[in-house]
């Protein structure tokens, strides 16, 4: 079998708390990453700039009114989604930590395994 059709199949029979476990694994494994090589630029704008993009698809999907979350934890991940932007800004323009952005994603990544 190859890469791209188990690939294929793991996307069509993978529980969505799991697909969205693991890509905010993913996400946040470069963000510490970026953070152990210290480099700013490149390795670190991208992955703050992929942890935003997450954060934008979350919310977009949250501002749906097809999901199926309730209204308040909706507008709770719109909210953390709108405070990703803004301190993703002073990570990329300022220096600032990216430990908050990373215990963000680790918080909601134990909620996603039902550890919260």
Same mark, same amino acid.
């Given at each position: 079998?190859?890469?791209? @059709? ?13 697909? =969205?476990?693991?890509?905010?694994? *993913?996400?946040?494994? @470069?963000?510490?990453?970026? *953070? ?9 704008? =991208? ?31 719109? $909210?953390? $989604? ?5 301190? $993703? ?23 996603? *395994?039902?550890?919260?």
């Amino acid at each position: 079998m190859t890469l791209k @059709a188990y690939q294929d199949t793991q996307r069509v029979t993978e529980d969505p708390r799991a697909t =969205e476990y693991r890509l905010f694994g *993913q996400v946040t494994g @470069a963000l510490i990453n970026a *953070q152990k090589t210290g480099i700013h630029g490149g390795p670190l704008a =991208e992955a703050v700039d992929w942890n935003r993009t997450l954060w934008r698809t979350l919310a977009a999907d949250c501002m749906d009114d097809r999901n199926s979350l309730t209204h308040d934890v909706r507008a709770k991940i719109v $909210s953390l $989604s709108l405070w990703v932007t803004k301190y $993703s800004k002073q990570v990329t323009r300022e220096g600032a930590s990216l430990d908050p952005l990373i215990e963000v994603n680790r918080t909601i990544m134990q909620g996603l *395994q039902g550890n919260a």
